[in-house]
Nanobody, 124 residues
Framework: QWQLVEFGGGLVQPGGSLRLSCRASGFSLDYYVVGWFRQVPGKEREGVSCISSWGGDTNYADSVKGRFTISRDNAKKTVYLEMNSLKPEDTAVYYC?????????????????WGQGTQVTVSS
């Protein structure tokens, strides 16, 4: 069974940092483009960042540029989202997703495989 699993969510104070991890079971994540998305109840899912299978191409939503960094370690079959200078408006459930072809797209419809999500709460 193909599955993506997110790790690393939690509660952090404004200005703090968290690192999310995404791993796959049932398939080799290193052949796939991976995106991070987030969703707040009552709002549409928002694309945050994506990275090509080889790691050389990345894209970020304007709302996180300069604060979030996406990376991957294909030897560990893991994709990371390093989140710094967190703001209360970053509070959401964060999902990782995978697709085969890189286009830089942050549209959720472009991604075929999804994790269950991990909660990130930024609050004092």
């Amino acid at each position: 069974q193909w599955q993506l699993v997110e790790f690393g969510g939690g509660l952090v104070q404004p200005g703090g940092s968290l690192r999310l991890s995404c791993r796959a079971s049932g398939f080799s994540l290193d052949y796939y483009v991976v995106g991070w998305f987030r969703q707040v109840p009552g709002k549409e899912r928002e694309g945050v960042s994506c990275i090509s299978s080889w790691g050389g191409d990345t894209n970020y939503a304007d709302s996180v540029k300069g604060r979030f960094t996406i990376s991957r370690d294909n030897a560990k079959k893991t994709v990371y989202l390093e989140m710094n200078s967190l703001k209360p408006e970053d509070t959401a459930v964060y999902y990782c997703a995978a697709t085969q072809y890189y286009s830089g797209s942050l549209a959720s419809k472009e991604y075929e495989y999804w994790g269950q999500g991990t909660q990130v709460t930024v609050s004092s």
